[in-house]
């Protein structure tokens, strides 16, 4: 079965310092991986998906994800942190059951940013 | 619409009362799904729809759970006797097909007193 793990449930980052959130995912079929971000009172915006193309993947926002299969990692990167990029992030795996539809969600990264 | 819509944002309701959550998804969108996130955790899946038709039920916690899509555009989860144990965000998200982007709400809450 797949899922992921969100190594860290809160990361904190001053303003125009590099953003590492980290994900480790377990699959035995090559994963679909996403990541998501919830910013208050709004719904779930998909920032990347990587679906087996390049390993590195380049998002909205200036958000970057890298699939490294030896280490099962996708983790989410950003040169600069901007305070408008303080939100919950959410790695997230499609399931291989179900016709691929289900996905399955990380616990989430709250991501806090300090001037 | 340029999004998926739910309603109401806000449920208030005391347990032992039926609810009704709507989602209206992106205009077209063949595929329609249910999630429910409890605070501090990340969505997990309840149903899902192709056209009008539940392709899969199985994160429905139980029998008072269900779902319907009857027009193939809106659904509407139904939560009958309502438990505390059942508060959480609930969100909706569409797909143009199958297996494709799912597009979320902004989910409704839920608070059982």
């Known amino acids: 079965a797949q899922s992921v793990t969100q190594l860290d449930s809160h990361v904190s980052v001053s303003e125009g310092t590099p953003v590492l959130l980290r994900c480790n995912y377990s699959s035995s079929y090559s994963p679909s991986l996403f990541w998501y971000v919830q910013h208050p009172n709004k719904g779930l915006q998909l920032l990347l998906k990587y679906t087996s193309a390049a390993t590195l993947v380049k998002g909205i926002n200036g958000f970057e994800a890298e699939f490294k299969k030896s280490e099962t990692s996708f983790h989410l990167t950003k040169p600069s942190a901007h305070m408008s990029d303080a939100a919950e992030y959410f790695c997230v795996v499609r399931s291989a059951s179900g016709g691929y539809n289900k996905l399955i969600f990380g616990a989430g990264t709250r991501l806090a940013v300090h001037p | 619409g340029a999004g998926v819509s739910q309603s109401p944002r806000y449920k208030v309701t005391k347990r032992g009362q039926d609810v009704a959550l709507r989602c209206d998804p992106i205009s077209g969108h063949v595929s329609l799904y249910w999630y429910r996130q409890a605070l501090g955790q990340g969505p997990e899946f309840l149903t899902y729809?192709?056209?009008?038709?539940?392709?899969?039920k199985s994160g429905l916690p139980n029998d008072r759970f269900s779902a319907e899509r009857p027009e193939g555009s809106i659904s509407t989860l139904t939560i009958q006797r309502t438990e505390q144990r059942d508060s959480a965000m609930y969100r909706c998200?569409?797909?143009?097909?199958?297996?494709?982007?799912?597009?979320f709400g902004p989910g409704t809450r839920l608070l059982v007193l």
């Open positions: 729809f192709n056209y009008e038709a539940q392709q899969d």
């Open positions: 998200a569409s797909s143009f097909t199958p297996g494709e982007t799912q597009y």
